[in-house]
């Protein structure tokens, strides 16, 4: 069974530019999560999806961070315009339903902001 | 909010050597999860813990939910270099959907 997929896995930006992050979840999750990991500090959920609507966005950046996932399989995160505080690895994770499920999680994307 | 509290945040041993972490919060728990994160990937899930007082194990992996709810803790016994990497606890808070709060996590190097 194939596992999360991200991409891309690095990105090197300067600041005011735009970024996005692609996920693929696990064949047949409903829910997805996107989190922000610091150097130094363990991951932060962004938002989580559950099929095509949010489920929880409390903790995203709105000014700057917006995210979709339009037909309930991948989705994007984009930051426009990225800060030099938005430098971390972005992961993406799926469970099959939600709530108790085993969150898996992709590889990440590491994200530098110059 | 919740926070969970991990130490010691590294930890430098031999190969051969038994480890011991631990996690602490000042709330309640009703699940703990133990994450292994190696460089460069994403973290994955070693053990869960759903009762207090659990002790549950995974080859040379045991963990212990605590009776107070508020701590857990993680042994790897006899190390080897493919130990190598940053441990995290994580629990999910209540009555939000399963969503998960991390700790700081706790970097292990293993010298062989």
């Known amino acids: 069974e194939a596992g999360v997929a991200q991409s891309p896995r690095y990105k090197i930006i300067e600041k005011r530019q735009s970024v996005a992050f692609w996920c693929n979840p696990i064949s047949g999750h409903a829910t997805l999560y996107w989190y922000q990991q610091i150097l130094g500090q363990g991951p932060k959920l962004l938002i989580q999806?559950?099929?095509?609507?949010?489920?929880?966005d409390s903790q995203l950046p709105k000014d700057r961070f917006s995210a979709e996932r339009l037909k309930g399989v991948d989705s994007t995160l984009k930051i426009q315009p990225a800060k030099l505080e938005d430098s971390a690895v972005y992961l993406c994770?799926?469970?099959?339903?939600?709530?108790?499920?085993?969150?898996?999680f992709g590889p990440g994307t590491r994200l530098l902001v110059l | 909010g919740q926070q969970l509290n991990q130490s010691p945040q590294s930890m430098f041993i031999q190969e051969g050597e038994d480890v011991s972490m631990n996690c602490t919060s000042s709330?309640?728990?009703?699940?703990w999860l133990w994450y292994k994160q190696d460089p460069g990937e994403g973290p994955v899930l070693l053990i869960a813990l759903y009762k207090a007082g659990e002790l549950t194990s995974n080859g040379r992996l045991t963990a212990q939910f605590g009776i107070t709810r508020k701590d857990s803790f993680l042994n790897i016994s006899a190390s080897i270099p493919s130990d190598v990497g940053i441990y995290f606890c994580a629990g999910p808070i209540y009555n939000q959907g399963g969503k998960l709060i991390f700790g700081q996590g706790t970097e292990l190097s293993v010298k062989p």
């Open positions: 999806f559950q099929n095509n609507g949010v489920v929880d």
């Open positions: 994770a799926s469970s099959f339903m939600g709530a108790g499920e085993t969150q898996y």
């Open positions: 709330s309640i728990f009703n699940t």
